[in-house]
């Protein structure tokens, strides 16, 4: 898993796809803790709806976090 993580945020840092501010990585990070996720699962999942999110142009929300988690579902 850390590896994963790791993986996500050199991604997120890469300087032609800046992303966002640690303290929205926390939020979402936070909701799937809130949840019972394990803290380095919830990162990593964070990190992946953010990298979803930008590459997609849609704002991150609860409505396309929905949405993103529904499409996953069915892959």
Same mark, same amino acid.
């Given at each position: 898993?850390?590896?994963?993580?790791?993986?996500?945020?050199?991604?997120?840092?890469?300087p032609?796809n800046?992303g966002?501010?640690?303290?929205?990585?926390?939020?979402?990070?936070?909701?799937?803790?809130?949840?019972?996720?394990?803290?380095?699962?919830?990162?990593? /999942? &964070? =990190?992946?709806?953010?990298? $979803?999110?930008? #590459?997609? +142009?849609?704002?991150?929300?609860? /409505? &396309? =976090?929905?949405?993103?988690? $529904?499409?996953? #579902?069915? +892959?």
């Amino acid at each position: 898993m850390e590896g994963r993580i790791k993986r996500l945020e050199r991604e997120w840092d890469h300087p032609a796809n800046p992303g966002s501010d640690p303290e929205t990585v926390e939020l979402w990070t936070s909701l799937w803790t809130a949840a019972g996720m394990d803290e380095s699962l919830a990162k990593a /999942a &964070a =990190l992946e709806f953010l990298i $979803h999110c930008r #590459s997609t +142009g849609e704002k991150p929300t609860i /409505a &396309a =976090l929905n949405k993103w988690a $529904h499409a996953g #579902s069915n +892959g």
